[in-house]
Nanobody, 123 residues
């Protein structure tokens, strides 16, 4: 099994940037495709960005395209989410997740989840 721990969240003003990190332990991260999801208060958890095992393929929700960038460093067992041009609608708890099925945006195929980290964007 793999354990995931997110870091890098916090409070940022609209237009600002944050970089989230997701550190894995227990198993090599290169075994998994990875994804970032978010859940705003009162809303369902939604896909944000995903990356293949090698990092050669990335995919994004429409809301993230052009503003967010997912990357990974398998040697460091870490996945990142660079978030730029943040707006209040990006306020949510952000989760990283691992799956053996690359290319999926569906929550149901991600079997391992971090505990989540809060991102708050003030207007």
């Amino acid at each position: 099994q793999v354990q995931l721990v997110e870091s890098g969240g916090g409070l940022v003003s609209a237009g600002g940037s944050l970089r989230l990190s997701c550190a894995a332990s227990g198993r090599s991260l290169s075994t998994y495709a990875m994804g970032w999801f978010r859940q705003a208060p009162g809303k369902e958890r939604e896909f944000v960005a995903g990356i293949s095992r090698s990092g050669g393929s990335t995919y994004y929700a429409d809301s993230a395209k052009g503003r967010f960038a997912i990357s990974r460093d398998n040697a460091k067992n870490t996945v990142y989410l660079q978030m730029n041009s943040l707006n209040p609608e990006d306020t949510a708890d952000y989760y990283c997740a691992a799956t053996v099925l690359s290319g999926s945006t569906s929550l149901s195929v991600y079997g391992y989840w971090g505990q989540g980290i809060q991102v708050t964007v003030s207007s």
